[in-house]
Every structure is written in C-alpha cells, then in structure tokens.
C-alpha cells in the first residue's frame, strides 16, 4: 500500500502540468474568444442580411401596396360605371314603363275605336240588307210593270188589228 501513496510526480513534474494546463486555458479561452468574435461576426452578417432582405422585402411591400392602390382606383373607377350604367338602364326602364303605359292607352283607343267602326259597319250592313231587300221590291215592281206594259201592247195590238 504504500506504493500506491507514493506518488512519482515530483514538483517539476507537477509545474510543467501546471504550465500544460495554464497553457490549455489560455488556449480554450482564446479558442472562446475567437469562437464568441467568429459567431458575433456571423450574426452581424446574418443581421446585414436580414436588413438587406428587409429592405426588398420593404420595397416589394411598397411596389405591391402601390398596385393594390392602382386596382383600387381601377376597381373605384369600375364602380362608377357600374352606377352610371345602372342609372341610364333605370332611365330607359322608366322610358319603357312611360311607352309601356302610352302603347296601352294607345291599344284600349284603338280597341274603342275599332269597337265603334264594328258598330258602324254593323249599321251599315242592316241599312244595305233593307237597301237590298227595297230594291228586291223595286225589282218586281218594275217587272211586274213591264209585264203589265207587254200585255197592254199586244192588247193594243190586238185591237188595232181586228
């Protein structure tokens, strides 16, 4: 056991691990430095480059507000004429409405007055068939007379002939 608490690490030993491992500190803290200075370095581009697409992304922004801005103008402009179309096409409807009314009054005049003209022929045809029917008596008469004047004559004739 007692070889086991000897040690064979003599002090010169013990200062050169000493100086070792002061020397492995210095590297690790300068390897932390140099690792902290190369990931600040890295986020400071990586913020560059974040900045710089936050720019394009900024003017893309404002590109894309402008155009939205244009179709609302065009779409504003749109409106307009949908509301002025709407207004001419509720003027022609009030125009047809107003002819609509005026080609009825127009149709209940003619009906009337074709109603009366029926009347009227109505009338007429009655006048002609009495017309016809005085003629018809007319006829026989002058007929009847005629007859009457053929009999006279060869009566007549008759006479002076005996």
């Not at 064979?8 to 050169?16: E, G, M």
């Amino acid at each position: 056991m007692r070889a086991a608490m000897e040690s064979d690490w003599s002090d010169d030993k013990l200062d050169a691990l000493s100086t070792r491992v002061d020397e492995l500190a210095k590297r690790t803290d300068r390897g932390f430095v140099e690792f902290r200075t190369e990931l600040l370095g890295g986020f400071e581009r990586m913020e560059q480059r974040f900045e710089a697409m936050d720019r394009r992304f900024e003017a893309m922004e404002e590109k894309v507000d402008r155009r939205f801005e244009e179709v609302d103008r065009c779409f504003d402009e749109v409106d307009r004429h949908f509301v002025e179309m709407d207004r001419r096409f509720d003027e022609v409807n009030q125009t047809f409405k107003g002819e609509d009314r005026r080609f009825g009054e127009l149709q209940v005049q003619i009906d009337r007055q074709l109603s009366e003209v029926g009347k009227q022929l109505s009338e007429v045809n009655v006048r002609l068939n009495h017309i016809d029917s005085r003629f018809d008596g007319v006829y026989y008469s002058v007929i009847g007379f005629a007859a009457s004047m053929v009999i006279a004559l060869v009566a007549v004739v008759a006479i002076f002939d005996s």
